[in-house]
């Protein structure tokens, strides 16, 4: 899961410049997504999704495990495995942008808590686009019990990396 879990708070980081929705709104005169959402974010946190991936493979070619637990690898070979690599980033952060623009929708300003979807909107965007490029490799190497565990660890992490983005003045709220 690092190749999702890295891309948002690498957006947040590396992030800021013009909007990905160009300042523009919809007819209700909402933002389609705010200034939070950025194409230097996109691009920095895609790009340190495909670093920690490829760090991954490249610990896995070696044989690397932790604590006699054989990690999965990405597919099939550096290219495919940079593939899968490259839809959980995306989509991690495609899921993300996806739930801002229904939080915009829903008259919630940046930064405003939702609850869950917070926590786990960018996990369901990578594995929806995960699964839908490569179905056979996310059944294989997402178990009933690897989900459960993502679904139960995810939020723990993603409120603890929040409020340490928040202590370093990353972000403006530590939710």
Known sequence: MLPAYVP???????GGGRPIDGGH???????????????????????CGLIVGSLQVKLLSSGFD??????????????GSMKVIFT?????????????????????KRGAPLPVVDQL???????????LSYPQWFASSFSFWIIITVLLITPLLHLATNIFGYIIGVKKEPW
């Open 8 to 14: 948002n708070p690498c957006a947040a980081v590396f």
């Open 25 to 47: 709104t919809l007819g209700d005169g909402r933002r389609i997504l705010g200034d939070g959402k950025t194409f230097r974010g996109l691009f920095a946190g895609i790009t």
């Open 66 to 79: 932790f604590f006699g637990i054989h990690l999965p690898s990405f597919g099939t070979g550096y290219a």
């Open 121 to 131: 909107d960018f996990v369901f965007g990578a594995w929806l686009l995960t699964y």
């Open 88 to 108: 959980m980033a995306f989509g991690s952060l495609f899921g993300d942008m996806f739930m801002s623009f229904f939080k915009r929708r829903m008259g919630l």
